[in-house]
Structure formats: C-alpha cells, structure tokens
C-alpha cells in the first residue's frame, strides 16, 4: 500500500534513509532543509502488507526520487515486487509526464515499463570515496572555491558538456540554486583558473553532516584530458573531507568511472534515471 507519509510513520522514514546514510545524501539533505511536512517535497511510503515500508518516493514538483532496498536480491517474492512497482507507477503516472524520475536500477526497471510516458534511461554506478583516497597529480592551473560573479563561466562549462550527457537545468534555475547553496552554505562549487579563464568544474549537489554528494563535474572542450577534472574534484574532496565527510558521486560513463576510481571511489550500487 502506496500513502502520503503522515506523522506516525516519520520516524520509520527518517530510519530507511538513515539505515544507508551514504547512498541518500540527497534525500537526507532535502530532509534536513524541510523536513517531512514543509517545504516542497512532498514523501510518499510503499508499505508491505506485513508492515514494513519497502520504498519511500520522495517528489518534488515534477522530479521523484525513489529509495528502496526491496527491489535487490530475493528478499521479497517476485509477484511481491511486480505489485509494488504497480503501484508505484500508478502514483507517477497520475502526476502526468515528469521530468526525471531515479532511483535503483533493479527498481527503476521493474518500473519503466508501468510508466505511460516515454522517458530516456540513463545508467549510473553509484560511488563512495574509500579510505585509500590518492590526490590527483599537480596541474597547469590554480583549484580553488568559486567566487559568486563566476557562476555564468561556469554555467558555460557545464552547458558545453551536454552533448556528453551531462543534465543542465535552465540558466535562471542553476543561478537561482547556486546562489541559494553558496549563501547558506548547503554546497560549494570548485573551479580551476587557466591563464585568467575558468576551464573546469566540480560542485557538491547536496551536504549531510558525514557525506556530500557531488556532480557538476565538467571540462571545457578544449582544456580537456589534461587532468584538470581529477584535480577540481581532488580539492572538493579535500574541501569535504577536512570537514568530516566522505564524498560520494555517481558516474554513467566508464571513462569517467577509471577516473574516479583512481582517485579511490568505489562503486557500491546502480542508479538509473528516466528522462522526460
């Protein structure tokens, strides 16, 4: 059974995300900002009939964020499975055509083909900083915070990076958030300089008190495969860890991913988001 979390089941909410801190960053964070019952997001619990919330969706205006662990391994009877994501896709579906919807893979693809909308899938490995981090080498360009009148440049980068798959929301929406997260310090942003131009990118997503999420990863075209990228988010990494928190990301392209690996990121599951 799929409700509106109420009340006495926020307590059994805050412990499903709190059981696997690192994987929901982002939901803790949201949490942390507006709690269960202000603000816009609204959570919605996946009940089994026995009792147990299996799956907790998380939505905000157009965006759902799914989180479940019922979905992996044999835990629950396949026929268990096929009814939740029935269910799931009925709340969605009356919300008409969103524009993302993410969570596990083994739940994102149960799911997808329940949704009445056509949505384009996107695969990721999810990724948790280890204890073996090694820094990146040193690099032709000067790794620091941004300063607030570079967030155009930065825009800019990111933007030249959509045909490589990264999602960038409208320009209004990025200012309007990034200017939020600097002013009350729920994320940061890194850049490397180059000869007075700003080149790459690297920024925390959402911040939990041990872990922060990070993306925002970009290169200029032209400034690439010269290291630039494994050293913004080196000095992120620094930046997080010095303050008690682990960083984790997530990766859709294996390139990427031997990057980050090197860094000492090690995979610990798969994200999938559905694009509208």
Not at 54 to 69: E, K, Q, T
Not at 123 to 131: I, K, M, R, T, W
Not at 182 to 208: F, H, K, P
Request: proline content about 4%; hydrophobic content about 40%; glycine content about 10%.
């Amino acid at each position: 059974m799929i409700r509106l979390l109420k009340p006495p089941n926020y307590a059994r909410a805050y412990a499903f995300y709190n059981a696997n801190r690192a994987a929901h960053v982002y939901h803790l964070a949201s949490l942390k900002r507006y709690g269960l019952t202000r603000g816009p997001t609204v959570f919605y619990g996946l009940f089994a009939k026995t009792g147990p919330l299996v799956c907790v969706c998380m939505r905000l205006n157009d965006v759902a964020v799914l989180a479940s662990y019922a979905f992996e391994g044999n835990m629950w009877p396949q026929q268990t499975r096929s009814g939740w994501a029935r269910e799931l896709a009925g709340l969605l579906n009356k919300e008409g055509r969103m524009q993302e919807i993410s969570g596990p893979s083994a739940l994102i693809s149960a799911l997808s083909p329940l949704l009445k909308a056509d949505y384009r899938r996107i695969n990721s490995v999810y990724a948790v900083l280890g204890a073996d981090f090694t820094p990146s080498g040193s690099v032709d360009a000067v790794i620091r915070p941004i300063r607030a009148d570079e967030l155009d440049a930065v825009y800019g980068i990111l933007s030249a990076s959509r045909n490589d798959g990264l999602f960038v929301s409208s320009y209004e929406k990025y200012l309007s958030s990034s200017v939020q997260k600097l002013r009350e310090g729920t994320g940061r942003i890194y850049v490397a300089e180059r000869d007075g131009e700003i080149v790459s990118t690297a920024a925390t997503n959402a911040e939990i008190e041990d872990f922060a999420l990070v993306g925002g990863v970009a290169t200029l075209p032209a400034h690439r495969r010269k290291g630039l990228g494994s050293a913004v988010v080196t000095e992120l990494c620094r930046s997080l860890l010095s303050e008690g928190r682990t960083p984790t990301l997530g990766y859709a392209d294996e390139t990427a991913g031997r990057v980050y690996r090197a860094l000492g990121f090690l995979p610990t599951g798969r994200v999938t988001l559905l694009k509208g």
